[in-house]
């Protein structure tokens, strides 16, 4: 018999591709200012000293190919295309020369966000949760194994709304390259299998409204879609 008071929510798992296995979530790490475009875009400059980060809770998880509704509490809704890297071996203090055995594999990622909530707190100094870490808003693809990818290098990313390309970059335009960002975190967290990094996005955000429908894609990786419904009646 459980002791528990009532029932936890089921664990957020993600599928991988060539196994019947799938990924269960444990953290989302999120980096900000990652592109120099993107953080030109927010008209902010970028930290070089260091990468920083904000996070979203395993629940916000949702597969590609799903229809979500226009988020509560915001009235601009927007898009962020991200390469993600998905942690499968334990890594404390990792350097950056072996940050990469912690890898498992790569996915397709929206950090979706609601930017006029994530700006105000932005401008009153406080933290992004309300714009960030909301129900609904950490879409990710299959997972694919590290080995099947290959090297990261000048793959492009890019995010369409209804047919029309919004973002086009490549993953050399990271500052922080994935081994940085792994070895860094992991200096600060004990990192572990299930453990998701979004790595930022590139320039062209934007919102979108509900009936739209957003395709992404990293070259080498299984594309993301995301369709924006109704709002939920309150």
């Avoid at 299959?142 to 919004?166: H, Y």
């Amino acid at each position: 018999m459980s002791d528990l008071l009532f029932s936890l929510p089921p664990v957020s798992t993600v599928a991988v591709v060539g196994s019947e296995a799938r990924y269960p979530v444990n953290r989302i790490f999120c980096v900000g200012r990652n592109y120099a475009d993107h953080a030109k875009e927010m008209g902010v400059e970028v930290d070089r000293e260091a990468p920083f980060y904000f996070l979203k809770h395993a629940g916000a998880i949702v597969p590609s190919g799903a229809t979500i509704p226009y988020p509560p509490g915001t009235s601009n809704f927007h898009y962020e295309m991200e390469f993600v890297v998905a942690i499968g071996a334990p890594a404390w203090h990792a350097p950056v020369e072996t940050a990469m055995d912690a890898v498992f594999g790569y996915a397709c990622g929206l950090d979706m966000t609601r930017r006029d909530l994530q700006l105000e707190a932005r401008a009153k100094q406080r933290p992004w949760d309300f714009g960030k870490n909301f129900e609904k808003s950490a879409v990710i693809g299959p997972i694919l194994a590290k080995a099947a990818f290959g090297a990261i290098g000048p793959q492009r990313i890019t995010l369409a709304v209804n047919g029309t390309t919004r973002q086009d970059a490549h993953l050399t335009d990271l500052i922080w390259s994935v081994e940085e960002l792994v070895s860094h975190l992991s200096r600060h967290y004990h990192l572990v299998p299930g453990d998701l990094i979004y790595t930022g996005t590139p320039a062209g955000v934007g919102p979108v409204v509900a009936g739209d429908t957003i395709t992404g894609a990293v070259e080498g990786l299984a594309e993301i879609s995301l369709a924006i419904g109704e709002p939920e009646p309150t």
